[in-house]
């Protein structure tokens, strides 16, 4: 089975500009994650989604964060503008409800440098 | 609220040595306790999981015993190797909400 696919795997942009993290989640998975990790903060949870609905957004650092999930299988985290502390490790991570205690899987990340 | 203590590294240890990370949490209910592990480069998987009191889960050489009565689920390796290196999340699951990771445990072991 494929696991959770996120693209590009490597993102360098300058900063203002806008960008845009993309996730497959594992088909049937009905939850899905938003994570940011640095060395500074470790591991943040910036929002997630319920069959499709964002259910707790509370983490999305600022205004400039927003994310989408318009389909069960895609999910887009998008940044504009860009600024050179957003530079970080994005995780997308999805999960089954009907599975007890709802173990995560991870996709490989997208690391994102801002300059 | 439900939160996980993990003990900070980075911890680095020579090859067969003996393993242990600290994790404790706060929860309330029963939760189940999970280790997942980082490599270099790569996401987090998990590595193994703990669902009631008491219970045990291993993998891959690694242990960890959910004990309720000092709200602690340590992970333990009788004998590390390099390709162990790497970091280390201990996290939980209540209730209806998301996981809730502790801030990781670098490891380095060393040949």
């Known amino acids: 089975d494929a696991g959770v696919i996120q693209s590009p795997r490597h993102e360098v942009t300058e900063m203002g500009q806008e960008v845009t993290l993309r996730c497959k989640p594992i088909s049937g998975h009905d939850y899905l994650f938003w994570y940011r990790q640095t060395m500074m903060r470790g591991l943040e949870l910036l929002i997630y989604f319920n069959n499709n609905v964002p259910i707790d957004d509370s983490g999305m650092p600022e205004d400039r964060f927003s994310a989408k999930m318009p389909n069960a299988s895609f999910s887009t985290l998008k940044i504009q503008p860009s600024e050179p502390r957003d530079s970080a490790v994005y995780f997308c991570?999805?999960?089954?409800?009907?599975?007890?205690?709802?173990?995560?899987?991870f996709g490989p990340g997208t690391r994102l440098t801002v300059l | 609220g439900n939160s996980v203590t993990q003990m900070e590294g980075p911890v680095t240890l020579s090859e067969e040595a003996f393993l242990t990370i600290n994790c404790t949490y706060t929860a309330t209910g029963y939760p189940s306790l999970f280790w997942y592990v980082q490599y270099p480069g790569e996401g987090l998987q998990l590595l193994l999981k703990a669902t009631k009191a008491d219970d045990k889960g291993s993998n891959k050489g690694f242990e960890a015993t959910y004990r309720k009565e000092t709200t602690s689920f340590h992970l333990e390796k009788g004998s590390v190797q390099v390709s162990d290196s790497a970091v280390y999340f201990c996290a939980l699951f209540s209730g209806n909400t998301p996981l809730v990771f502790g801030k990781g445990t670098r490891l380095s072991v060393i040949a």
């Open positions: 991570a999805s999960s089954w409800s009907t599975t007890p205690n709802r173990p995560q899987y």
